[in-house]
Each structure stands twice: as structure tokens, then as C-alpha cells.
């Protein structure tokens, strides 16, 4: 076969192995490395159709022979990676997205995978710069925008990461991952620029309106962790408004004791004024 059909079959692999059509990737990529058995391409559709079969250590040795033949294989990297992972070597799967990147920076999906990983590895600026440039390299994709706020959340630029989930929300009003994570910004932490119970009530609304767009039914275990997450926005409200009625109460209390001091120091002037007339 020509350089071209090879191609054209390690492209269509590629793509098939995305779709989910494992059988024909698979005899596709085979049918590629028969006619080039040093096609970088076609060994990582081979690696990719592997992982998705759950053929983690085929998949490992196919997309390591891949990178071997090109070094530069940014999928071959961003596959190992995700192999990595599921392997549980964590570091190691970040040197492949870190490669990945760096052989293709200009593909979103890379930039996304690495800045998720980052955030799990503690590493939260890194991931925010990872998920802005995901963001800015595809800005229609709702769900760049959702990692991105979390990454902010993460890195406690509260302010910020609300302003990102709002973005998701606009692309993707039904994207329920945004509503969760806004009900637990809201939940979790201070915001200077919100009024207290305004914020517990919002995080209410939001975990509401996860649980119906999301479908978690009353007999789900997720329910019972997303009603423990709105009863204690509830009690957080109720303990707000005891220290508001705390506040309150000592605010009337200075007043009156002001007033009294006044109204005592008014009478004592007035004697004094009548005592030095006489």
C-alpha cells in the first residue's frame, strides 16, 4: 500500500476507535502496520483501540512503541497518559500530558487533560493556566469553562471561578456539573461581595436545581450526600440569622445605653447651667 492509503487507514482508525467502533479500529490499524510496521499513526490507533477495551498493558506497549517511532506524537502521548492513569502513576501520566502539550499545544483536549491532573496533583495555578488556554483554544466548549472555575475554586479565586461556571452555564444551561460545583462554591466559601444568608440560599437553589436537571431520584445515594449538603446551607442560615439577631440586639442595646448617656448628660448640663444662674 501507498504512504497515502496508510495514512488515510490510520486517520479512519483514529477517528473509529473515538466513535467506539473498537472492532473495525482495530483490523483497520493492523491492516496500516501490515503495509508500514513503522507507522507511528496507526501503532497509537492499535494503543487507543486497546485502552478502550480495557486492554491497559497492550495499550501501554503499543502507544510506548508509538512514541518511540515518533517522539513527537502529541495523541500518542495524551493516550499514554490517560493509560497512566489508569494505571494509577499519576506522575507518570503527567510527564505524557506535559509531552502531549508540549508536542501540540494548540489542541485543547491535551491542555484540558493536563490542567484536570494537575488540579488532582495539588498543582492549582498550573491547572488554571492549563484550563484558560483549553478555554481560549475552544470557547464555544461549556465544559472548558467548568474545569476552568473549578481550577479557580481550587486556587481560592472564588470571585473568579464564579464568573467561569457562569460562562459554562450560558454555552450549557443543562450542564449540571456547573450547577454542583456553584452550590458548593457558594456553600464552601467566604465571598466578600455577597451577603451571607443571600449565598446559603443561593447554594440551596443550585443544589435544587442539580438534583431535577441531573435526575438524582430520592432513592439515589447521591441524593442523600446533595440533601446533606443543602441541610447544612439551611443551618448555616439559621446559625447567620441568630448572630444577625445577636448583632442586632447588641446594636439596640449600645443605642439605648448611648441615648441614656445623653439624655444623663443633657439633665446634668442643664443643672449645672441652673446652678450657676442662681
Not at 7 to 31: C, F, M, N, S
Not at 159 to 178: F, I, N, R, S, W
Not at 239 to 260: D, G, L
Request: without cysteine; glycine residues 6%; charged residues 30%.
Amino acid at each position: 500500500e501507498t504512504k497515502e492509503s496508510v495514512g488515510a487507514a490510520t486517520a479512519l482508525a483514529q477517528l473509529l476507535a473515538r466513535k467506539g467502533q473498537l472492532e473495525d479500529a482495530h483490523a483497520l490499524a493492523i491492516a496500516a502496520l501490515r503495509a508500514d510496521e513503522r507507522s507511528a499513526g496507526a501503532m497509537a490507533a492499535l494503543g487507543m483501540t486497546y485502552r478502550r477495551q480495557g486492554k491497559i498493558e497492550l495499550s501501554q506497549t503499543a502507544l510506548s512503541q508509538a512514541i518511540e517511532i515518533d517522539p513527537n506524537l502529541a495523541l500518542a502521548h495524551n493516550e499514554l497518559g490517560l493509560v497512566m492513569l489508569k494505571l494509577g502513576f499519576k506522575a507518570a501520566a503527567n510527564r505524557s500530558f506535559e509531552m502531549a502539550v508540549y508536542s501540540a499545544p494548540h489542541v485543547a483536549a491535551y491542555q484540558n487533560n493536563l490542567g484536570v491532573l494537575q488540579g488532582k496533583l495539588g498543582a492549582y495555578r498550573g491547572s488554571v493556566e492549563s484550563h484558560k488556554k483549553a478555554a481560549e483554544l475552544e470557547p464555544t466548549k461549556a465544559e472548558y469553562y467548568l474545569n476552568l472555575g473549578t481550577a479557580l475554586r481550587n486556587d481560592q479565586q472564588y470571585k473568579e471561578a464564579e464568573v467561569e461556571y457562569a460562562k459554562a452555564l450560558e454555552l450549557k444551561p443543562e450542564l449540571h456539573g456547573a450547577l454542583y460545583n456553584i452550590g458548593i462554591l457558594y456553600l464552601d466559601n467566604e465571598m466578600p461581595d455577597h451577603d451571607v444568608l443571600q449565598r446559603y440560599n443561593k447554594a440551596i437553589d443550585y443544589f435544587t436545581r442539580y438534583r431535577e436537571i441531573a435526575g438524582v431520584q430520592e432513592k439515589d445515594e447521591e441524593n442523600v450526600a446533595i440533601q446533606e449538603y443543602i441541610d447544612l446551607a439551611n443551618k448555616k442560615i439559621k446559625t447567620e440569622e441568630k448572630r444577625i439577631q445577636r448583632r442586632k440586639k447588641r446594636e439596640e442595646k449600645r443605642k439605648r445605653r448611648e441615648a441614656k448617656e445623653a439624655e444623663e448628660a443633657a439633665a446634668a448640663a442643664a443643672e449645672a447651667e441652673a446652678a450657676a444662674a442662681a
